[in-house]
């Protein structure tokens, strides 16, 4: 960041869930050409209101399309149509118990469908990719590997976790095709950690249906929507027994895809860690929404949840020193009070 970066053509998949929703706000803002697309699987129109009603007045420009990433033809006429010169890949199903459940329809969307969208952007010339990956393809990792780096074995104990490997695998033989051909190709594959927050200006932010993540359901409870914060498990070999998670907020992460997208040369495979390097415990997080909120939150325990490693957390060095990202959330209370307002300012999410 610093030096000035031309304005770039750039498709984001998944434009209308709530990360991809944020990456096109944030590129909008800093001067990009959006094209925003999204099937609405899951992804809500609302939010490609919210963000071309705010472009308006921002110095970027956002256009939307209903398509799917499947669709190999389509995209490559999106991709040439809006003359794109990067893709930013969000779609995705990213329910780990639904990917229990059903599996083959997480390895067709999600690794079907980015292999897809690398077909589409060979057959548009396309050459630079950006994926929304995951620590969960970390797995379970031992008590020795935490903080996670980058070079921690991956192992994913589902199905969610396999899909988004398998992308990562299947870019790195794609790179080397292209490198052995030639033909230029790069890409940089960004590992969350557990995302959280939304836009400060509450114009766009967190609308999952179900919710399933931890502090959008303290903040329903806090809101009259819930009952009560189900704990799942006070016994894990952690400081107050509950799990430890690393937060990084929706905005800091977009900021370090931009930052990785503008400095993105032919070639890179780059493989990055994104968190804050520390962690919370769920009793934390509780704690963190009731100051912010001025609510009670009832919570009460429950058996663990299949699949929760007690620890995860980033050693997120690589991102920082060779792309110079610094988050600018770091405290946990200023995160949470941007999901908060948010879910004041819009009690019933996006009206779709
Ligand atoms: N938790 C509760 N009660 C709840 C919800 C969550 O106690 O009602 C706990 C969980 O057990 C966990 C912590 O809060 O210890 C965080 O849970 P989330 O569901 O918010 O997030 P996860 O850490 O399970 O999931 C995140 C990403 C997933 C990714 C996973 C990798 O959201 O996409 O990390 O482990 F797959």
Redesign the pocket.
């Known amino acids: 960041m610093g030096t000035p970066n031309p304005p770039q053509r750039i498709l984001v998949t998944g434009g209308a869930g709530y990360i991809g929703s944020h990456a096109c706000l944030r590129l909008v803002e800093t001067g990009h050409s959006v094209v925003g697309l999204d099937d609405f699987s899951r992804g809500h129109p609302g939010a490609f209101r919210a963000i071309a009603a705010a472009a308006e007045e921002l110095p970027g420009s956002f256009t939307s399309v209903e398509a799917s990433i499947g669709d190999r033809r389509g995209c490559a006429e999106i991709l040439r149509e809006h003359d794109i010169d990067l893709v930013m890949h969000f779609a995705a199903l ?3 118990g639904e990917s229990v459940e059903q599996p083959l329809r997480y390895y067709d969307n999600n690794t079907g469908g980015a292999i897809s969208l690398l077909e589409a952007m060979m057959d548009a010339g396309v050459e630079r990719f950006v994926f929304s990956s ?3 393809t ?1 797995g379970e990792p031992g008590a020795d590997r935490i903080p996670i780096a980058e070079d921690c074995p991956q192992a994913p104990i ?1 199905p ?2 396999n899909s988004k490997f398998m992308v990562e695998q299947v870019l790195f033989d794609h790179a080397e095709a292209c490198r052995l051909a030639d033909k230029p190709f790069a890409f940089a594959a960004l590992r ?5 927050g939304s836009d400060p200006k509450t114009r766009i932010g967190e609308d999952h249906r179900p919710e ?7 903040l329903e409870v806090a809101a009259g929507r819930r009952e009560r ?5 006070d016994d ?1 070999d952690t400081e107050d027994g ?4 690393d937060y990084v907020h929706v905005c800091d992460l977009i900021d370090a895809h931009i930052a990785v997208m503008n400095q993105l040369a032919p070639g890179d495979t780059h493989t990055l860690n994104v968190g804050l390097g520390h962690g919370w415990s ?1 009793h934390q ?1 509780l704690e963190a929404c009731r100051a912010v909120t001025g609510k009670a939150i009832p919570e009460s325990i ?1 058996p ?2 299949a ?3 007690p620890k ?1 957390y980033a050693n997120s060095s690589r991102i920082r020193d060779d792309f110079g990202w610094s988050p600018q959330f770091t405290e946990l209370e200023a995160t949470v009070a941007t999901a908060w307002a948010w879910m004041q300012a819009n009690p019933s999410g996006y009206a779709d």
């Open positions: 990213a329910y780990v995951t620590c969960a970390y589902n969610y976790g969350y950690f557990n995302v959280a399933t993540h931890l502090i959008p359901i303290c914060l189900m704990i799942f498990g894990y509950t799990c430890i998670r769920v997080v429950s663990r949840r699949g929760d490693p995860l």
